[in-house]
């Protein structure tokens, strides 16, 4: 099936736009002009201006985030050997997830989001859906990393205010810098807050190795030996879980179409892709093995806190610009993500006009807003993340992505130019449906058992509270 593509060029601004007729699938190198934003000129945001190095430093600061405090405590859920097992599964899974996203937007260059794509596969109905998911998944995220910050700072200020005041900052930071218009001008906060977060993660990992015992631990005069698990006995509850936090750590593909679609050349997405994906599993190994291994069932959540007092505010204040990047980046990607479809084919996308930042602006507060009420009403941080993971996260990441690659590829069955290979990838695509659904059914109904208990016990944590979210060490 052939299209018809309109190019603008700079150097042929003035006279009549050339129309190219390209095979379906052709890449084009469009500079002036984008199939989602319209024509970018210098009197708006060029919001095609991410680079290489800038699309990977976006990728692994959108994963590396959250996610990756909570890995040892799963590991603790399902034993080492299970945790690591499922762990690689899970990045396999989403790798590919993700490599679908950056050859569905080349395929598809209209398509913005997720909801765009949902909108091509099953029409409006979803859209609908898809839109609603992408946006509460990601305000959720927004609520998680207000509430990361909100134990950093409690950890670096030994509890020197309020939970709640602390999470109120972290709503305030998160708005300010979320404002920023384009994420080729945020790439420059990810270039801090993802070298900052990897020091704090090595920090940690090294001090849990040289440390005489958890703090947690019972504080006795015999040698310890720590009790960590090869093969967990969790209940289903309990792994189903463990399950979710690891997919949550994955679970940055929604935002990937954000990112592809403001990359200077899209077709360097998948390069950029495969770094990403082989750092972040590298690192998630790393923590969730070194820092289960030494700590036990003594690892603290967020992770961070493993290693003592001392050693938690130095990680802490070294990973608090890494926090407060990751929460400006998910609080980005869905004020983006509504702004614009509002303004969408209007000329206000692209300009500098009051219309412009007060949609804009309106966008970037109704998510801080809604994040900061999510983060002060569960403020129990691994019920947050697991629950996030679960209900929305394997959502984003698992189900669209199979269907996408039967969208684009189902029609060779009539056309007599299936394969071995093709049928392999019809099996591996109805696969990542189905698991994924199982997932969210499963995995929801553990994280709402899991955070039900926690409310259940004597002194667990309340909404809105003052209380020290940051453990007692």
């Known amino acids: 099936m052939d299209t018809t593509t309109t190019i603008y060029t700079k150097d042929k601004a003035d006279e009549e736009p050339q129309s190219v007729h390209l095979e379906k699938g052709e890449i084009i190198d469009e500079t ?16 095609r201006n991410v680079g290489f190095l800038g699309t990977v430093v976006l990728m692994m600061k959108t994963q590396i985030g959250l996610g990756v405090l909570s890995i ?78 909100s134990i950093g700072l409690n950890a670096v200020s030994m509890h020197g205010a309020c939970t709640a005041v602390f999470v109120a900052v972290a709503a305030i930071l998160g708005f300010t810098l979320s404002s920023i218009r384009t994420l080729g001008k945020i790439t420059w906060l990810a270039w801090i807050g993802l070298p900052c977060i990897l020091v704090a993660i090595l920090i940690v990992t090294i001090a849990v190795g040289v440390q005489d015992r958890p703090p ?25 879980t463990a399950v979710s936090s690891l997919v949550f750590a994955f679970s940055g593909t929604p935002g990937f179409f954000s990112i592809v679609s403001e990359m200077r050349d899209p ?22 093995c070194v820092v289960y291994y ?91 993340v697991s629950l996030i993971g679960a209900l929305l996260g394997t959502m984003m990441c698992f189900q669209p992505m199979g269907c996408m690659w039967l969208y684009d590829n189902w029609h060779k069955r009539k056309d007599g130019t299936t ?45 809105f509270t003052c209380a020290d979210n940051s453990g007692s060490v």
């Not at 005069?221 to 509850?237: C, E």
């Not at 400006?328 to 004020?335: F, R």
């Open 32 to 47: 002036t002009h984008d199939a989602v934003f319209g024509e970018i000129t210098e009197e708006g945001p060029n919001y």
């Open 72 to 149: 040892p405590t799963a590991f603790d859920a399902l034993g080492m050997i299970p945790g690591v097992i499922v762990l690689i599964a899970i990045a396999v899974i989403t790798t590919w997830s993700d490599y679908i996203v950056g050859v569905f937007k080349l395929r598809h260059r209209e398509v913005y989001g997720i909801d765009d794509a949902g909108a091509l596969m099953f029409g409006t109905p979803g859209r609908v859906v898809l839109s609603v998911a992408f946006c509460l998944y990601w305000i959720f995220v927004a609520g998680s990393g207000m509430l990361g910050i």
């Open 216 to 240: 947690t631990a019972p504080q006795l005069d015999t040698p310890w030996v720590s009790d960590f698990k090869l093969i967990g006995h969790p209940t289903f509850a309990q792994a189903i």
């Open 267 to 288: 077709r360097k997405f998948t390069s950029a892709l495969l770094i990403c994906q082989g750092v972040v599993t590298a690192v998630y190994l790393t923590i969730g």
């Open 294 to 384: 030494y700590c036990g069932s003594y690892v603290a959540s967020p992770a961070l806190g493993s290693a003592g007092g001392t050693i938690k505010k130095i990680a802490y204040g070294l990973s608090l610009p890494g926090l407060i990047v990751t929460t400006t980046i998910v609080s980005h990607i869905p004020a983006k993500f509504v702004f614009v479809h509002l303004l969408r084919g209007s000329k206000h996308l692209i300009s500098n006009s009051v219309t412009h930042w007060s949609v804009w602006l309106a966008c970037t507060l109704s998510v801080t807003v809604i994040a900061y009420i999510i983060a002060s009403a569960i403020p129990v941080f691994d019920g947050l």
């Open 419 to 463: 394969s071995k290979r093709w049928w392999l990838m019809v099996f591996f695509s109805v696969f990542v449906v189905v698991s994924g659904t199982f997932l969210t059914i499963a995995g929801t109904y553990g994280s709402v058992v899991g955070i039900m208990d926690t409310y259940k016990k004597e002194g667990g944590s309340a909404a």
